[in-house]
């Protein structure tokens, strides 16, 4: 499971429906770039009290419309729009609770606001709600409340809600395994053009293409719970067929990153390929030195494993030197093993990496 990411903030402004007068000044401008002028005219009715005014101008505050964002004005008219009831409004609120974004990070607030815009019939928020309860992140795990919410927002046409009810069902997550039921789930959010119940269709009737690109949506976490050992599955039947190989060593030779990121997953793993670190650091390096920080990390990981905690800590220091936050993390655990004298020198042996262009990391 992944650490969870920022939601991406729901805009749900349809400036040609707003006929209030109050607005049309506000939409005028905003509709033609005047995002200043915007923000002067909804402030107006911001102020007194409007909250669809109020929602507005969070959302501008927000994307920056007219600047750089500004988290704190964002939360501050957001927070004025769901006080009063505004249910995207306690969605959004949610959302930079969670990430603690104008606010301090608050789990518990994110999920009281999220359960308010549910409660409204905020389908979009019933969804994440319920993916909260199904990956037990930043909320204990409960089956119970996550397949309320869920089937909610299936009822609603919300296709991801489809798609993670239907894994529900086919798994047997607190609710009695239903093979029919997380079929026809599927089927409705394939419809709708989720890719990921396209790609679960086409992977049950043995489409390795379909198979290996479900199994990245896994691993990265896009648009599904991000579950490691479902990725690895599909990665290892679109293997067994040839798919992977055959995609990805002709472009890692020719020095593509992702693709020598993706060999060295692969030998690390034993998926489709005897189990091989030594040929995994080969590639994962190769994409490392093209400052991929994903590689970077795994090389660190692959160190490790093989008890090279000194080329770990040096790999794990370049990753997050390049915006890896798991490898921050790593760095605290390792460090516990490592004398102070090593790790000054794999710290420096870091820099010196990463001042060559990765031409002397050894």
């Known amino acids: 499971m992944k650490k969870t990411q920022l939601i991406p903030f729901v805009f749900i402004l349809q400036l040609s429906t707003i006929a209030f007068a109050d607005f049309n000044k506000g939409a005028d401008a905003y509709q033609s770039g005047d995002y200043p002028g915007a923000i002067k005219e909804w402030t107006l009715a911001a102020n007194e009290g409007n909250s669809r005014a109020q929602y507005l101008l969070g959302l501008m505050y927000f994307h920056g419309k007219g600047g750089s964002p500004n988290y704190q004005a964002a939360f501050k008219w957001l927070r004025l729009a769901a006080d009063q009831g505004y249910a995207t409004a306690q969605f959004n609120i949610g959302t930079l609770y969670e990430n603690g974004l104008g606010a301090s990070q608050d789990l518990k607030a994110a999920i009281e606001s999220y359960e308010l815009a549910a409660n409204g019939g905020l389908g979009v928020a019933q969804s994440h709600l319920g993916i909260v309860y199904y990956e037990g992140i930043i909320a204990q795990q409960d089956y119970h409340a996550a397949f309320k919410w869920l089937k909610l927002a299936a009822e609603q046409g ?158 794990w220091n370049i990753a997050a030197s390049n915006g890896h936050k798991q490898a921050l993390s790593h760095l605290d655990k390792v460090e516990k093993k490592m004398t102070v004298e090593d790790i000054l020198r794999s710290q420096k042996l870091a820099r010196i990496c990463m001042a060559k262009d990765y031409q002397y990391c050894d």
């Open 158 to 315: 919300i296709d991801r809600a489809q798609f993670v009810l239907g894994l529900m069902h086919y798994q047997g997550n607190g609710i009695p395994r239903d093979d029919e039921a997380a079929s026809s789930l599927f089927k409705r959010a394939a419809e709708q053009g989720y890719a990921p119940a396209k790609f679960r269709l086409s992977a049950e009737q043995g489409d390795a293409e379909s198979q290996f690109k479900l199994g990245l949506m896994y691993y990265r976490g896009n648009g599904v719970p991000q579950d490691y050992q479902a990725a690895f599955n599909l990665f290892n039947r679109a293997a067994e067929q040839g798919y992977a190989a055959a995609l990805f060593k002709p472009l890692a030779e020719q020095g593509d990153a992702e693709s020598q990121f993706k060999l060295g997953l692969m030998y690390e793993h034993g998926l489709n390929a005897t189990q091989d670190y030594s040929v995994a650091i080969k590639w994962y390096r190769q994409a490392a030195n093209q400052g991929l920080a994903q590689a970077q990390n795994n090389l660190g990981s692959t160190y490790l494993t093989l008890e090279d905690e000194f080329h770990a800590h040096m790999w």
